[in-house]
């Protein structure tokens, strides 16, 4: 691949000079990464750190009202540290990274987009770098710079946890949606706006196949082929390196049986040599220490794959002796630890971190009016109703009427924590109150604006109860937050919970009332019953702050033309039955109930037949994963190998 930014001599000559004259122990600090709740500034000056982190829910302080000036303050403070020289070190300022997945997601009163599956579904790459240039302006309020997003997985088998974090099961979807994201995080590579006061330096993850895990398990095995390795799970990574991405996180999982972590020929032969990033690889959470024979605090064979960044939150210090002594000893190459900090430098560089000064003398520091700003929010609401996928609409009943008595029940309706999903304030985005979203709106909030507004009556009513019979009864309901492993499902079918699904859509129907559901989800899950016992039915996924973008397209203009149609198209296949997976386009008795690409506008005709209601009157039409060829990590690695890097 040709390297999407060239080599910049006066950055490369810099960045010499100072290798030529860092300790070993400066050298052994800027590849480790700690985390904010086990590291302070004066660790930073006197390891010489070259990376901090705040995980999922992690605030300065500790407390997540923590306000967008403490993060500044903070983020000073460890620059303040890495650029103290007193013990005649070198002064290379510390980068900080976090998880902004959808927003700047860790921070109260932030945007909070739609996750990517619902980005996915727009296929809007346009509006999906506009979401990368918002994200990256907030992080910039905050004092950060790094991103460790977009997750770039070709997700396989929808029970993964993570399976919201990806764009589609398609990799041509991914392949768009990856580039446009990158793009707007870092700005264009081939502009003077490339990582500059209003961008971020962005990473792809995970590197490679962690969407393609038997059973999708998280940080399990992909047993795929080498071709299909290659052609699926790299999709999305050729995007972004042609974006000009600048750090890659290796993944938790394995090919084969060997974890990425370790894996030389993947990370080093193939990212790095054949694929010509020159970037730095950057670890998961303790990633390394889930290579064998490594621990947390210990693991030479990381760097030696090709690892050029530990993120060790909590046992830096540890790794950081280790780490001292492999090098002295020859167990970790000299020339791999000049490497990997050639590449952190060369970023740092690329990044603006050497001229730019403290994180509060940059441009938009401290800009509260940026953050949360309402041209940010109407970004995301715009998101929103570009995802939404309509599954069904009896009798067009949509678009409403605003003028209706409309009942609003289920346990989704009134709260964002539930329409962000995880990965918001707290890691498993559990805990929060609409209270912990200022500015932000539920979906329960967009529907009384628009109906109250044009003269008709809306009440809520978790449980579908009324004293006025109403017109029509939208129920909004789905599945609660979780992230990673404790999203895991063994099958696809959807569960649900308080006044959540099927008992109030069966009573509202019972009522005689028309149903429209609004199904909030990470991933397309089996829900013939609900189907069957509503009139209309709209994927909303997980919309993130701007629930007033669900109403807008549940509604009619107050003239009643349409306002806005449903465009958002499926980027993974729906399910017919619970047990339906691994389901893909292309894969052998491929026969979803909703094919990848489906989605109604409000003109087609949206009547569906009735389905079965239990698994075992369905019979399966896919008894089995799909079969791969035999292949293993000990054959000659080719990704990427049409043309070699320039």
Not at 164 to 169: I, L, M, Q
Request: glycine share 12%.
């Amino acid at each position: 691949m040709a390297r999407a930014i060239p080599t910049d001599p006066g950055v490369e000559h810099a960045v010499a000079d100072f290798l030529a004259r860092m300790s070993l122990e400066e050298k052994v600090g800027q590849v480790m990464q700690a985390e904010i709740g086990h590291v302070t500034p004066e660790d930073v000056r006197r390891y010489h750190l070259g990376s901090v982190l705040n995980g999922g829910g992690s605030h300065p302080g500790g407390g997540k009202r923590t306000s967008p000036a403490e993060w500044l303050a903070l983020a000073d403070a460890f620059y303040d540290a890495s650029m103290d020289t007193s013990d005649g070190g070198q002064a290379i300022p510390v980068i900080w990274g976090c998880d902004a997945v959808h927003g700047h997601n860790n921070v109260v009163g932030a945007t909070i987009f739609p996750h990517n599956i619902a980005l996915g579904a727009t296929r809007d790459p346009e509006l999906i770098r506009r979401i990368g240039e918002v994200t990256a302006i907030e992080l910039q309020v905050t004092g950060l710079d790094w991103n460790f997003a977009p997750t770039v997985a070709v997700v396989r088998d929808d029970r993964w946890g993570r399976t919201y974090e990806g764009y589609s099961e398609d990799p041509e979807v991914v392949r768009l949606c990856a580039g446009a994201m990158v793009r707007g995080l870092q700005g264009d590579p081939r502009s003077a706006d490339f990582l500059d006061g209003h961008h971020v330096i962005a990473t792809a993850k995970h590197f490679l196949g962690d969407g393609g895990t038997l059973g999708g398990r998280d940080r399990g095995d992909n047993t795929s082929s080498e071709e299909r390795l290659r052609d699926i799970h790299a999709a999305g990574y050729v995007a972004a390196l042609e974006a000009g991405v600048q750090t890659v996180m290796a993944s938790y999982s394995s090919w084969h049986g060997r974890k990425m972590h370790g894996f030389r020929e993947l990370l080093t032969d193939v990212l790095k040599e054949r694929m010509g990033f020159d970037g730095f690889v950057i670890g998961d959470w303790n990633g390394h220490g889930q290579v064998p024979g490594c621990s947390d605090g210990d693991c030479p064979e990381a760097i030696n794959a090709g690892v050029d960044m530990f993120m060790a939150p909590d046992r830096w210090r540890a790794l950081f002796r280790h780490t001292l002594a492999e090098v002295r000893s020859g167990e970790i190459p000299s020339a791999r630890l000049d490497d990997a900090v050639r590449r952190i430098l060369r970023v740092k560089m690329r990044a603006g971190l050497f001229r730019e000064g403290r994180p509060s003398s940059r441009p938009l520091a401290g800009r509260t009016d940026l953050f949360g700003s309402p041209e940010h929010r109407a970004v995301a609401r715009q998101a929103v109703r570009e995802s939404l996928v309509l599954l069904k609409n009896s009798g067009h009943l949509l678009p409403l009427r605003r003028d209706l008595k409309v009942l609003v029940a289920g346990d989704g309706a009134n709260d964002i924590g539930k329409q962000c999903g995880g990965w918001t304030i707290s890691f498993q985005g559990d805990g929060n109150t609409n209270a912990d979203f200022p500015r932000g709106s539920s979906i329960w909030d967009g529907i009384r604006e628009v109906v109250e507004g044009s003269g008709g009556t809306a009440t809520l009513a978790e449980d579908g109860t009324f004293e006025t019979r109403p017109d029509v009864a939208i129920a909004v309901f789905g599945e609660d937050p979780y992230a990673e492993t404790s999203g895991d499902r063994d099958t696809l079918e959807f569960r649900s919970g308080r006044h959540g699904g099927l008992q109030l859509l069966r009573s509202l129907k019972a009522a005689g009332l028309p149903v429209v559901s609004v199904f909030l989800s990470g991933r397309p899950l089996c829900v013939n019953r609900e189907l069957n016992a509503s009139d209309a039915f709209v994927s909303a996924w997980l919309p993130g702050s701007e629930g007033r973008g669900v109403a807008d397209v549940l509604f009619r203009a107050a003239d009643s033309s349409v306002a806005y149609d449903f465009t958002g198209r499926l980027s993974y296949s729906w399910p017919r039955w619970p047990g339906q997976t691994p389901l893909n386009r292309g894969e052998p008795g491929y026969d979803p109930l909703f094919p990848l690409g489906f989605g109604l506008s409000v003109a087609e005709d949206g009547n569906l037949q009735r389905l079965p209601e239990e698994a075992s009157t369905d019979a399966p039409r896919i008894a089995t994963p799909f079969p791969i060829a035999a292949a293993g990590p000990e054959a000659t690695i080719r990704i990427a190998a049409r043309e070699g890097p320039r």
